[in-house]
């Protein structure tokens, strides 16, 4: 069975503050995908990043960074520099492809993170 | 380019009612699947369409049930209507099914039940 952790069920930061986000995930499979989601207060899950099982090459964006350590089965989300507008609900998902027809995306429960000024 | 549009946003009806829901996919995309989202939860996978048909169930009840169209929208039909089905309705279009196609989600029904 497949399953993603978020340990943390919220967070609370002062802006300009760095913030990581942890997930860690389970699954026997050997090809599997993950992705991170923003679910701002109006509810809609907005797509961040995907990452594949045989990329474990860490990933940058701005302010956004992502690292994908499959010994450690953790794909943890790090914003430096927070703002305001980075309040939200982050999610972590798992999605595996063991040949079958498997197509659904396993989520975390998600972090709630507020980003106070 | 047109995102993932769903309706109604709200919704409110009693228990025992039938409600119906629906999405619109992403521009260009074929595949569709529906997640029911509880206050302070993940989204919980419901089933998912392609090609006009069902190609995976989540563990929901048959009271859970949906349809594709030809133009790919779709829609989620959920009968007898229990207290506990208020939740946020997420639809996600894919380009495919396949594991690695991102989902993009649209914004979501929000249905209240009384």
């Known amino acids: 069975a497949q399953k993603v952790t978020q340990a943390q069920t919220e967070i609370s930061v002062v802006e300009k503050e760095d913030v990581t986000l942890d997930c860690v995930y389970e699954t026997r499979d050997t090809t599997y995908y993950l992705f991170w989601y923003k679910q701002p207060p109006s509810g809609e899950l907005v797509f961040l990043i995907r990452?594949?099982?045989?990329?474990?090459q860490n990933e940058i964006s701005g302010r956004y960074s992502w690292n994908f350590q499959k010994s450690t089965s953790s794909f943890n989300y790090t914003i430096t520099a927070s703002q305001v507008v980075d309040s939200a609900v982050y999610f972590c998902?798992?999605?595996?492809?063991?040949?079958?027809?498997?197509?659904?995306?396993?989520f975390g429960k998600g972090t709630l993170l507020t980003v106070n000024p | 380019d047109a995102g993932v549009t769903q309706s109604p946003t709200h919704l409110i009806k009693t228990r025992g009612q039938q409600v119906t829901l629906r999405c619109s996919p992403k521009?260009?995309?074929?595949?569709v699947s529906w997640y029911q989202q509880a206050l302070g939860q993940g989204p919980q996978f419901i089933f998912q369409?392609?090609?006009?048909?069902?190609?995976q169930r989540g563990n929901f009840p048959d009271r859970f049930s949906g349809h594709q169209f030809p133009n790919y929208s779709s829609e989620l039909n959920v009968n007898a209507l229990l207290l506990g089905d208020s939740a946020l309705y997420l639809c996600?279009?894919?380009?495919?099914?396949?594991?690695?196609?991102?989902?993009?989600f649209g914004p979501g029904t929000r249905l209240l039940v009384l």
């Open positions: 369409y392609y090609e006009e048909e069902e190609r």
């Open positions: 990452r594949n099982s045989f990329d474990e």
């Open positions: 996600a279009s894919s380009n495919g099914q396949g594991a690695g196609k991102t989902q993009y």
């Open positions: 998902a798992l999605r595996f492809n063991s040949g079958g027809s498997n197509y659904k995306l396993t």
């Open positions: 521009s260009g995309h074929d595949t």
